[in-house]
């Protein structure tokens, strides 16, 4: 099995290459930009070709969801119709694509977790490309499967965490949202998902009982709790207020409530998620450890 992981060098590609040194049923080949360039489809086809690449988990997208506001051309050509490239290159091979979405497609209206069946509406310009770039995958006859997520972070790359133990280091008291609702995922988490369900599908076939899933870590937070936590966990003594999202303008509007629903992907993989404080704490202590 040649496995391609694009956009490697970004949170969740970072977790899949230390995971993938346990997995030597498989051969896995790393590639982000420039390297790899997802939106160049003639580059993408030939590097499929040439190396045999028989599976791509696509770690590579446009995640600056403010930003995207004002690039949003950038974000569809990445989040999009780089996911496109992708399906139409894995078509030439018969190949298979697990591919990463967002909690943000929900406009985040419901009070209940949101299950994979729930209709979508995004309310910002990330999400809508999300959502794009998910109907490329659903809508394709590929063997492909789309696994929503939120709120990631990791030891790699730029997170909400890392930020909170920079400005706890840098102040005594700091502001946090705490009427936006969500649960908050490790990369490396969601990294063990990933190869579970190349290594685990049923006849060979990723897609055997569905092909959209939700994945976050179990438990739910405002981004409040979860700054609170990493202040415990960090041993920081920083204090954290709570606020409300009218204190925090931003460009993109986020939903006020995303839990995602996990019980698909629990029950057609049998796996356990760990609760969101366990992971956390487990990337603290390798943050502090760095
Ligand atoms: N981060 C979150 O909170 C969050 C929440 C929900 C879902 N997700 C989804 O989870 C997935 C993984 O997110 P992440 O946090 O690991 O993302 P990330 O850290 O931003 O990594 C994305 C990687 O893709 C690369 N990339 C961008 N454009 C590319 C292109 N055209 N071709 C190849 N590579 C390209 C980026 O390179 P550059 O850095 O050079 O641009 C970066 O290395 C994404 O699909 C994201 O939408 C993320």
Redesign the pocket.
Known sequence: MNILV????????SEIKQLANFYKEANFVF???PE????NYAELKNFVIENKVNTII??????AVDKAEVEKDIAQ???YK?VQNLVDALKTVNGKLV??????VFNGENFVPYKESDTVSPIGIYGET?RKGELAVLNSDIDGVVI???????S????FVKTMLKLGDEREELGVIFDQIGSP?Y?KD?AQICITIILKSKNNTLSSNGNLYHYSNEGVASWYDFAKEIMILGDNDCKVKPIETKDYPTPAKRPHYSILNKSKIKIDFDIEIPFWKDSLKECIIKLKNK
Do not use: E, M, P
């Not at 696509?58 to 995640?63: S, V």
């Open positions: 694009t956009g490697a060098n970004g949170q969740l590609g590639k982000d930009l790899l360039d997802i939106c696509n770690c590579a997208a446009y995640t050509k990445v989040n780089g591919h990463i979405s967002t909690d943000y999300k929503r997520t939120s709120w990631l972070y990791s790699y790359g730029n997170n995922t990369a969601l």
